[in-house]
């Protein structure tokens, strides 16, 4: 099993941009399928982004779509989550996410998540 860390979220204003990042240690990252999803208060955990071991391939919720972008350094085992344009409803706790499968997006690990909060 892979151990997950979230860090970068904060408090942002609507329009602005963040940057998370996950540091991934345990069993060899590069193998495995990471993504970030996250939760708002009163409502279910949401997929946001997926990127495939190779760094190849990702996948995008539509409400993020052309806002967000994933990324992964296999060689310093992380991987991020670039988030511009920023608006009140991407307000969440947003969670690093290993060993997903990606035709239904279920992991077997996760981080502990970090506190995204966009002001209008």
């Known amino acids: 099993q892979v151990q997950l860390v979230e860090s970068g979220g904060g408090l942002v204003q609507a329009g602005g941009s963040l940057r998370l990042s996950c540091a991934a240690s345990g069993r060899t990252f590069s193998w495995y399928v990471m993504a970030w999803f996250r939760q708002a208060p009163g409502k279910e955990r949401e997929f946001v982004a997926g990127i495939n071991w190779i760094g190849g391939g990702t996948r995008y919720a539509d409400s993020v779509k052309g806002r967000f972008t994933i990324s992964r350094d296999n060689a310093k085992n992380t991987v991020s989550l670039q988030m511009n344009s920023l608006k009140p409803e991407d307000t969440a706790v947003y969670y690093c996410?290993?060993?997903?499968?990606?035709?239904?997006?279920?992991?077997?690990?996760w981080g502990q998540g970090t506190q995204v909060t966009v002001s209008s």
């Open positions: 996410a290993a060993d997903c499968r990606p035709d239904s997006w279920h992991c077997a690990s």
